[in-house]
């Protein structure tokens, strides 16, 4: 049986010009600057094409589409995608509320897929919130939601705030 092959390609910019970028700002600054263009997106967000599409403080917004290119074997976007997805949510909203000379790292993730994510969903949004914001841990969550409101999943995570 022959398959059908496809092709596609992407570019980054270098993630460790970026990351000194984010030591010298707010993680609001930062994402401001990511949204508006004038800091270039992660090597992730390039690779599975999602966007940031608002960033307050202790929330962040990204859009994503799906692609054939994001499903597993069985014809449905990988859950690992989604994850991501949610996780990056979760992370720059908790990144949007640090000062300067603080960053984080996700301690635990826990995702609940409610409905299975195809190419046919159209655009979708992922809303990253912070539940609390302590001095070394935070708790954040996400959805992600078709344009029609239906929940397709929902993640809580932990997170340890770091100093450096």
């Known amino acids: 049986m022959s398959e059908t092959k496809k092709t596609r390609t992407f570019e980054w910019a270098n993630p460790l010009e970026t990351a000194e970028k984010a030591k010298a700002m707010s993680g609001y600054d930062f994402l401001n600057g990511i949204l508006k263009g004038t800091i270039s997106r992660p090597p992730i967000a ?3 094409e999602f ?7 202790g929330k962040v917004t990204f859009e994503f589409e799906p692609q054939e290119y994001h499903y597993n074997p069985i014809g449905s976007v990988h859950g690992g995608v989604i994850s991501t997805l949610l996780d990056t949510a979760m992370g720059c909203a908790l990144h ?3 000062p300067q000379g603080t960053a984080y790292t996700t301690l635990e993730l826990k995702v609940n897929f409610t409905k299975a994510v195809t190419d046919r969903c159209g655009k979708m949004k992922a809303e990253g919130r912070i539940i609390h ?3 070394s841990i935070a ?3 996400a959805d992600l939601k078709d344009d029609q409101g239906k929940l397709y999943a929902h993640s809580v995570s932990t997170c340890m705030i770091l100093k450096f």
Do not use: D, F
């Open 133 to 135: 914001l302590g001095k």
């Open 46 to 48: 390039a690779a599975l």
């Open 139 to 141: 708790l954040v969550e």
């Open 51 to 57: 966007n940031p599409l608002a960033v307050e403080e």
């Open 96 to 98: 949007s509320k640090l």
